[in-house]
């Protein structure tokens, strides 16, 4: 039987989407709930919630072993950004004017 790998990579990343759309219209209200802590959101639902990230990863993957779930901090904003500095990046980027 051969397995198709870029499927199973494609669906995951479907499925981790779905959880982040989820998560984002939660955020309000996981905001108000769990503000600072980290949430696992699986199948559009909030699983298990703790202040540490550590534990909550052991305990949801022991509960949810291989299952493609969400572990995010509740912050203030529900996305962050991120700034990378890279020769790689800045070889193809205009120089910057600041």
């Known amino acids: 039987m051969e397995i198709d790998l870029k499927f199973l990579r494609d669906e995951t990343r479907r499925m ?3 959880e982040s759309r989820a998560f984002r219209s939660m955020h309000a209200e996981l905001l108000s ?3 600072g802590q980290y ?3 699986y199948q559009g639902q909030v699983v298990d919630h703790d ?3 550590l534990a909550l ?3 949801v993957d022991e509960g949810y ?3 493609p779930l969400l572990i995010k901090q509740i912050l203030p904003e529900p996305k962050e950004v ?3 500095r890279s020769p790689r990046f800045e070889s193809v980027l205009p120089p910057r004017s600041d």
Do not use: N, S
Request: net charge positive; hydrophobic share 45%; proline share 10%.
């Open 16 to 18: 981790i989407q779905r």
């Open 33 to 35: 709930r769990y503000p």
């Open 39 to 41: 949430v696992a959101v």
């Open 51 to 53: 202040a540490d990230q």
């Open 57 to 59: 990863f052991l305990r």
């Open 65 to 67: 072993p291989h299952a």
């Open 82 to 84: 991120y700034t990378f």
